[in-house]
Structure formats: structure tokens, C-alpha cells
């Protein structure tokens, strides 16, 4: 481990997901065999952050996509320690929160190769559009370059009173839950299409409480900023970038004002 790097106890491990290595890597391994390899090799990916007995089932279909051959390279720090230790530079405490739900799956699947892989943690607050388009410009090469994995932290739709979000459903007849459904099912469609300015709109006029929408809004950048450079000529002629959702999933169906739930969704960026 090299001298900017200090190991640190998981925070979460015992309560969040299992603390106990051979149990947790048993549950990882479950999931992923319920999961297919449908839309990968991805260069990137978006996977919540809850606890695993909540989440973990859905963060599969998001995993399952990469390609631990393609993401291969050469480190002489090891960034990852197990289930129950990670090592993390100058780690804040809200950014390890964040990344600490996705290191359990980085394990599993880069088994073979956790000595070789570096992992650069990121923490990404509360940004204006123009920040994420500086952001993403300034990441847009290493999303370009195939040995790399951009790992998104996000669930997506908290509903409810503790949540303070409850909006109007605006004569939508059916259960809460549904309509819920219907509200991230637009985000999706919209992140799918890979337009930063159509998921800011959608942002500024339903306010969803989508927790990584900054995250997102800077990948979605990202991906503008490459096919901006390859239709300028300046990238690899051909290359199609697509981003799909995969999964879908919520903690709870609502169908009282009393009730809250916060929605999952898995998702895989390719380049082909």
C-alpha cells in the first residue's frame, strides 16, 4: 500500500451487508448468477448504494457487465483489501459511504486480479450543469480509454414523508407505487438517450430525489463530450456509445401517504 493511501474499517459491513467474507461472497455470488451478461463489456456503470438485502439483487445486473480482461492493467498499489477493509486515499467520510456499498462488488468480480487494480474514488456533490460539463469534459479521456470502469453511485427515486418528497400525482389513478415507477422510468428513458440537457429538465421539473443525479449528469456529460470529438473527427470513427438500463427495482410499494420507498435501477454503458 503506498504512503497516501491508510487503511480503514468498512463502516457499514454488519449491518448494511455481512461482515463475515465467505457469507458475503456467497450472497455476491448469487446474485450475480441470477444476472446475465446482456449489455457489456461496459465501460461504465450505474448501481445503488443501499443495503444489500434492498439493492444487492439489482447492483448484479449492473456488475455482471464488466469485463475484468478488458479493465486489466498493471498497479503497484493495491487499492482493495476485502470485504471487510478497503484502502482508500485521503478518504472523506461522506465520499466513503458512497464508494463503501460498491467495493464488496469490485471484489468479487475482479477476484482474480485485485492486486493489479487501482481504483480512484471520486466524490461528486451538489454541482451546477456548467460544472458538470467541465467535469465531464475533463473525464471524458479516461471514459475513452478501455481499461478503465467508471463505477456511478446512485439509487434513485425516496418517496415519501421522511424523504420530504411527496409531490402531486396530478390525477394519475393508479397505487403510488406505480406512479413512482413511472416518474424514474422517465429518467431512465432520458439517461438512456444520453442528453445532458433533456435529464437537467427532467431534474428541474419533477425534482426527483435521485441521490447520484450529479454522478450521472457528469457521465452523461462525458459521453456528450466523446461523440462530440468523434464527430469533429477527433476520436475513433464509428464508435457507438450506448447506455442501457438493466434492472429495476423498489424497497417498498407504496400505496398510503404514510408509506416511503427509495428505487433501485442497474445500468451498463458499452462502446461499440
Known amino acids: 500500500m503506498s504512503s497516501q493511501q491508510r487503511e480503514r474499517e468498512a463502516t457499514h459491513a454488519g449491518s448494511w451487508y455481512s461482515d463475515n467474507g465467505p457469507e458475503l461472497e456467497r450472497q455476491l455470488d448469487g446474485w450475480l448468477s441470477q444476472a446475465e451478461v446482456v449489455h457489456g463489456p461496459a465501460r461504465a456503470i450505474i448501481a445503488p448504494h443501499a ?10 445486473h449492473a456488475f455482471r457487465q464488466i469485463s475484468p480482461v478488458l479493465v486489466l492493467q ?20 461522506l465520499l466513503y459511504y458512497s464508494i463503501e456499498m460498491m467495493l464488496p462488488y469490485v471484489a468479487r468480480v475482479m477476484q482474480q486480479h485485485r ?23 475533463v473525464l471524458a479521456q479516461y471514459l475513452a480509454e478501455p481499461h478503465n470502469v ?30 413512482i415507477e413511472q416518474l424514474d422510468r422517465q429518467a431512465m ?5 444520453g442528453s445532458p440537457s433533456a435529464f437537467s429538465d427532467y431534474l428541474k421539473r ?15 456529460q462525458a459521453m456528450s463530450s466523446l461523440q462530440q470529438k468523434q464527430q469533429a473527427g477527433g476520436g475513433a470513427p464509428g464508435v457507438e456509445l450506448k447506455l442501457k438500463f438493466l434492472q429495476y427495482a423498489q424497497s417498498n410499494r407504496c400505496v398510503s401517504a404514510s408509506d416511503s420507498s427509495v428505487s433501485y435501477a442497474a445500468a451498463a454503458l458499452t462502446f461499440h
Open 51 to 60: 443495503g444489500y438485502r434492498y439493492s444487492g439483487a439489482v447492483s448484479a
Open 74 to 93: 498493471h498497479r503497484d498499489d493495491v487499492a482493495l483489501r476485502g470485504p471487510g477493509h478497503a484502502a482508500v486515499s485521503h478518504a472523506d467520510p
Open 115 to 137: 492486486d493489479r487494480v487501482t481504483i480512484v474514488p471520486i466524490l461528486v456533490g451538489s454541482l451546477t450543469v456548467e460544472r458538470e460539463a467541465l467535469y465531464g469534459r
Open 150 to 179: 467508471f463505477v456511478i453511485s446512485s439509487d434513485f427515486c425516496h418517496w415519501g414523508q421522511r424523504f420530504r418528497y411527496t409531490p402531486p400525482m396530478d390525477g394519475f389513478s393508479g397505487p403510488i407505487w406505480q406512479w
Open 189 to 193: 428513458d432520458l439517461i438512456e438517450s
Open 206 to 220: 419533477t425534482r426527483n430525489t435521485i441521490c447520484g443525479r450529479h454522478p450521472i449528469g457528469v457521465l452523461l
